[in-house]
């Protein structure tokens, strides 16, 4: 297989589990915040081990459960 062909492979693949995302009502935002300080606020909230802020993956995950509590928790108290 060359090299363009693995390239529109991963393109169709990326494309189709958006699509599918999409069908569900999920959203991907990418939002610019600086790195050292959303580590520290993750920290000392409790939703992130300093042993595990070194790593974007982590920290990702940690960013989507907090935002995803956020959005449960507005909308409990909204429709209360």
């Known amino acids: 297989m060359s090299a363009a062909t693995r390239q529109r492979s991963r393109k ?3 494309q189709a589990r958006y699509r599918a995302r999409e069908r569900i009502g999920l959203k991907s935002y990418r939002v610019q915040v600086a790195e050292n300080d959303l580590a520290e606020a993750l920290i000392r909230s409790g939703r992130l081990g ?3 802020a070194q790593s974007r993956d982590e920290m990702q995950r940690a960013v989507e459960a907090m935002l ?3 959005v449960s928790d507005w909308m ?3 429709y209360r």
């Open 12 to 14: 169709a693949e990326n």
């Open 50 to 52: 300093e042993d595990r």
């Open 68 to 70: 995803v509590q956020f």
């Open 76 to 78: 409990h108290e909204r």
